[in-house]
Every structure is written in structure tokens, then in C-alpha cells.
């Protein structure tokens, strides 16, 4: 894994949300992006060498809408930047890591996805990205 390359928190209001992390790091948001496939409409500030995205559902039945109907706003995931996705798969499978998807798809911010199941990684939901080539 090259880094944490981003931080992912489900929000309720992605303006209001905007305006407080604004505020709060002193940079406005660099992009606003809809990702369909998975319900949820996200929004990218650059904090150094990484990244916090925020995270609004676009549907009610969303992976998004059911954490924030569970555990209210917050932190959702961590991302870890890797350059070799299919690598980091076969490799975190032959730890015993379980995915909750070990093929990638396309994600927000020019990214292929793939995530572990938060119970076999201490509870917290990991994403592996990777840059589209």
C-alpha cells in the first residue's frame, strides 16, 4: 500500500457539509462527482498528501443512506492508495481478508475500487484504490 489516500465520511447535506469542511481546512472542495452505480454524490478536499471525501446518499435504500440511518454522520471508510490493485487483492485474500467485492469498479475521482468486509479488518470498512490507466 502506497498511502491513506483518502478518508471517506457519510454526510447527510453535502453543501452544508462543504461549507463546514471549507471552513474547517481552509480550502474549498476541488470536485463534485455522482458515482450512479453506487447511489451517493461525493465531494473531494485535499488535505496534504491525501484526501477527505464526503459522502450523501442519492437514494434511500444506498449503502450510504443505511450507514447514516445506523450510525449517523461520520467516518464511513479509509482508503489506502495502491498501485497494483489485482495484486493487493490475491495478496490480502491469502491473508484471510474477505472483500465485500473482489473484482474493481470504477469509483469516484478516477479510482477502480474494491472494499474488505469491516469484520474481517477490525471492524473498519477498507477500500483499495487505484488510478484508471
Do not use: W
Amino acid at each position: 500500500m502506497q498511502k491513506i489516500e483518502h478518508i471517506g465520511i457519510a454526510v447527510k447535506d453535502l453543501e452544508a457539509s462543504n461549507e463546514l469542511y471549507r471552513k474547517l481546512l481552509g480550502v474549498a472542495h476541488y470536485k463534485i462527482e455522482e458515482v450512479a452505480s453506487e447511489n451517493v454524490k461525493t465531494s473531494f478536499f485535499n488535505v496534504g498528501d491525501s484526501k477527505i471525501e464526503l459522502l450523501e446518499s442519492t437514494d434511500e435504500n444506498s449503502a450510504i443512506a443505511k450507514f447514516l440511518n445506523k450510525k449517523g454522520e461520520g467516518i464511513h471508510h479509509i482508503a489506502y492508495g495502491v498501485s497494483d490493485i489485482y495484486a493487493e487483492i490475491e495478496r490480502l485474500k491469502s491473508e484471510g481478508f474477505v472483500f465485500i467485492n473482489e473484482t474493481p469498479k470504477p469509483g469516484a475521482d478516477n479510482k477502480i475500487v474494491v472494499f474488505l468486509h469491516p469484520k474481517s479488518a477490525g471492524g473498519v470498512l477498507i477500500e483499495l484504490c487505484q488510478d484508471m490507466k
